[in-house]
């Protein structure tokens, strides 16, 4: 379970979880959630366009929508 983000700014994007679709548009990256780290607070990512894992910030302030 995610934490609840108290930052007012970050309230309004709504933040992913696991088994979400997320897009990135300044890195024009799709992917799909299969892991988070709430102690470093990064989510691993599968990147569709090369097929490879990424780690992405978790937090959402409006960098990606779910």
Same mark, same amino acid.
């Given at each position: 379970?995610?934490?609840?983000?108290?930052?007012?700014?970050?309230?309004?994007?709504?933040?992913?979880?696991?088994?979400?679709?997320?897009?990135?548009?300044?890195?024009?990256?799709?992917? $799909?959630?299969?892991?988070?780290?709430?102690?470093?607070?990064?989510?691993?990512?599968?990147?569709?366009?090369?097929?490879?894992?990424?780690? $992405?910030?978790?937090?959402?302030?409006?960098?990606?929508?779910?």
């Amino acid at each position: 379970m995610i934490k609840i983000h108290r930052d007012p700014f970050g309230a309004q994007f709504e933040q992913a979880s696991l088994d979400d679709w997320i897009y990135y548009p300044k890195l024009k990256l799709t992917g $799909l959630v299969i892991g988070l780290d709430m102690k470093t607070g990064f989510m691993r990512i599968h990147c569709f366009e090369t097929m490879n894992m990424r780690w $992405l910030t978790l937090h959402n302030l409006g960098q990606y929508k779910v």
